[in-house]
């Protein structure tokens, strides 16, 4: 158990629809991450908060927002859903944002399926 | 995105065989991490590099951080049915960002 933990485990949706994914980081850290598994592009960095504010931001669709609140916890918002937006979606959490690399601790991920 | 070169894509082997896999990229990294990830699990660290020419062991998993700083190799010794999984690894650029990129990761079949 890495401690990151995220909801809902499996989402099934149709296309053009909105969906919200949680994920609340270790105890103690500040860094948040979002990442995307698909088949074709495998790991895919999306976003990155610290502290509340975005600090980096990746290969992430107009489409896809996310906020960090001031417990920490994240959302990462999906909206628009398209047929390829199916994957898994993982969050990862470290003590550190930027300068000093940190590791980053995964959650069980969230499994979507857009119908 | 910038994405890290693994090999091979996939093994299968014998238990009790030892395993070797390799990731190389064609820009420099300042870590190299290696991850396992199961089914319907997120990915698990095995082992952190920091350090051009650092070898690190954790149990029977010995990993390296190559000198060039453009690649890293996993050893698996005396491999047992529960290393099947899919093995990533996984890197930070010298640009000050946190974030991670992956590589294409090595599915390994352990065979009793």
């Known amino acids: 158990d890495s401690g990151v933990t995220q909801t809902p485990k499996h989402l099934i949706t149709a296309t053009g629809q909105r969906v919200t994914l949680r994920c609340s980081p270790r105890?103690?850290?500040?860094?948040v991450y979002w990442y995307q598994q698909s088949l074709d592009q495998g790991l895919q960095f999306l976003i990155q908060y610290y502290n509340g504010e975005e600090r980096a931001k990746g290969n992430i669709l107009e489409r896809f927002s996310a906020q960090q609140f001031p417990d920490l916890h994240s959302e990462l918002n999906l909206s628009s859903l398209e047929l390829g937006d199916s994957a898994l979606y993982f969050c990862a959490s470290s003590v550190e944002g930027q300068g000093a690399v940190s590791t980053q601790y995964f959650g069980p991920g969230t499994r979507l399926l857009v119908l | 995105g910038q994405q890290l070169n693994q090999s091979p894509q996939s093994m299968f082997i014998q238990e009790g065989e030892d395993v070797s896999m390799n990731c190389t990229s064609s820009s420099i990294f300042n870590t190299w991490l290696w991850y396992k990830q199961e089914p319907g699990e997120g990915p698990v660290l095995l082992i952190a590099?920091?350090?051009?020419?650092e070898l690190t062991s954790n149990g029977r998993l010995t990993a390296q951080f190559g000198i060039t700083r453009k690649d890293s190799f996993l050893n698996i010794s005396a491999s047992i049915p529960s290393d099947v999984g899919i093995y990533f690894c996984a890197g930070h650029q010298p640009t000050g960002a946190n974030n991670l990129f992956f590589g294409t990761g090595t599915r390994l079949t352990v065979i009793p």
């Open positions: 105890s103690g850290d500040l860094s």
């Open positions: 590099l920091y350090k051009a020419g």
